[in-house]
């Protein structure tokens, strides 16, 4: 199976503050990579696909890049409807996998 | 719209059974994948079982492998994952997805319980 490392485990930014969270993959998932955000009491929506493609819907502050074994999540200008709890998963190969997913609260 | 709207979830005992259905609207659903991922409580996301299009293929996590069944009804626009043997660890909100570059679209979940 592959595993997804996520980090940091949690996050704790400024309104106005740019984040990053990484993901890595135990092997080359050849961009088969996707973030979900997850709100409390909500289920998880899809933010980004194919590492570096925003879904319908999603603001343009949210990013994503990568490639191989390494990606990562940016969000631009942080606002406060973006503090939820958010999830990298890869679909290269079954069992797909999540990583463990990042806390982000505002400081 | 899409929707993806879960039933049949509740208490049960371990060793129990339970079914689980997933009934979708606003999309073609005989044209995509299906798959049912669970959320324990306070926990991450696991995925657990996939169904293609036409049901010729189904895949499992090993976790559930032997214990779970994912089945599907085009006609009903209805997904099923049938739980057999249940465990305290199966306690989890179990969401429905479809199949699109990832999960676009999820349902809002059914709680499983399992205690004595």
């Known amino acids: ?107 | 719209e899409v929707q993806l709207v879960e039933s049949g979830g509740g208490l049960v005992k371990p060793g129990s059974s339970l079914k689980l259905s997933c009934v979708a609207s606003g999309f073609t659903f005989s044209s995509y994948g299906m798959h049912w991922i669970r959320q324990a409580p306070k926990k991450g996301l696991e995925w657990i079982a996939l169904i293609y299009y036409d049901s010729s293929n189904k895949y499992y996590a090993d976790s559930v492998k032997g214990r779970f069944t994912i089945s599907r009804d085009n006609s009903k626009n209805t997904l099923y994952l049938e739980m057999n043997s249940l465990r305290s660890e199966d306690t989890a909100m179990y969401y429905c997805a479809k199949d699109e570059l990832g999960f676009d679209y999820w349902g809002q979940g059914v709680m499983v319980t399992v205690s004595s």
């Open chain 1, 1 to 107: 199976d592959i595993q997804m490392t996520q980090s940091p485990a949690s996050l704790s930014a400024s309104l106005g503050e740019t984040v990053t969270i990484e993901c890595r993959a135990s092997e080359d998932i050849y961009s088969n990579l996707a973030w979900y955000q997850q709100k409390p009491g909500n289920s998880p929506q899809l933010l980004i696909y194919d590492a570096n493609s925003l879904a319908d819907g999603v603001p343009s502050r949210f990013s994503g890049s990568g490639s191989g074994t390494q990606y990562s999540l940016k969000i631009n200008s942080l606002q406060s409807e973006d503090v939820a709890s958010y999830f990298c998963q890869q679909y290269n190969n079954y069992p797909y996998t999540f990583g463990a997913g990042t806390k982000l609260e505002l400081k």
